[in-house]
């Protein structure tokens, strides 16, 4: 399959990220995020969502099968067959992201990751998040992997627009790098490039949260450092991203946070003093801390 650190060259289907990007978390997540410079990534196949693992290739696929009934050549309609027959046989997804919002201060992320009071919305740096460093748990080197950070397209059976622009940026991509690349078929690498863009896409349910994902792979070959939670059901596996590093792992002049908004909670002058304390122990009394706006309890 294509590697995810060319296509970031390359910059195919990627938006401008907005300056500041939010993450919404708990009290123990914030705090170990500006202790350890890393936030989490999780495996894309044990998200809350399920249907996220095959809302695009459901609608891809569809839309593959509707044009080839609408071809007009032979060779046309073995084409996109030949794509279809690959994308059925595709590998399970291995991809692993963390999830940021364009929204500093949400109702619905608050009630949806912020439980019992306790939340926060962290800004981040959109250029601290273009890190490609995955920690090792047994305290050795980081590894590096293929990483993109992408602006979320939300679908439903109505989106045909979206679905054929993947579709054909994917063939596009196939056809420009096909003689250069030994062993793998075309209708393969439409479907790697397709494997790329797939945690990209969430039903247009969801279109209000208005996210962003950093997405990291490692094409062919097991994510390095992995680890694991309990989750509800079975263990959940994760990553530790180093944020604000470049390619060579030095970190950024610039502080990876640009501000942290306290979610809906009855001690909303008390945590945000708590914030600046610790802000100014790291040594970065610059980050800004505002309290939510919205007038919600649940206390």
Not at 147 to 175: G, R
């Amino acid at each position: 399959m294509i590697d995810h650190a060319l296509l970031s060259v390359l910059n195919f289907g990627l938006g401008t990220p907005p300056r500041t990007l939010y993450h919404y978390t708990s009290m123990q997540a914030l705090l170990s995020i500006v202790e350890s410079g890393r936030i989490r990534a999780t495996h894309v196949r044990f998200l809350n969502d399920q249907s996220e693992v095959v809302t695009m290739w459901e609608l891809v696929i569809r839309r593959l099968r509707e044009r080839i009934e609408a071809a007009e050549s032979s060779d046309e309609k073995q084409t996109l067959s030949e794509i279809v027959q690959a994308a059925q046989s595709r590998r399970l997804l291995n991809e692993f992201v963390a999830s940021f919002s364009q929204k500093k201060d949400d109702l619905s992320q608050w009630r949806s990751y912020c439980p019992e009071g306790v939340g926060f919305s962290i800004g981040f740096s959109s250029a601290a998040l273009r890190s490609q460093w995955v920690s090792d748990p047994n305290g050795g080197q980081p590894s590096f992997v293929g990483a993109l950070l992408e602006k979320i397209e939300y679908v439903d059976d109505t989106t045909l627009t979206t679905i054929d622009w993947a579709i054909n940026a994917a063939v596009h991509f196939a056809s420009q790098i096909e003689h250069s690349v030994a062993g793998v078929s075309k209708q393969d690498m439409i479907v790697g490039w397709l494997s790329v863009l797939a945690p990209s896409f969430k039903h247009t349910a969801f279109r209000d949260e208005s996210e962003w994902r950093l997405i990291l792979s490692k094409p062919h070959k097991p994510m390095p450092g992995q680890r694991f939670r309990v989750g509800k059901s079975t263990l959940v596996p994760f990553i530790e991203v180093e944020l604000n590093k470049d390619s060579h792992r030095k970190p950024a002049d610039a502080y990876m946070i640009h501000e942290v908004v306290v979610g809906p909670t009855p001690n909303a002058e008390l945590s945000m003093e708590a914030l600046r304390a610790l802000f100014e122990s790291k040594d970065q009394p610059q980050v800004r801390v505002e309290k939510s706006a919205i007038p919600y309890r649940h206390w």
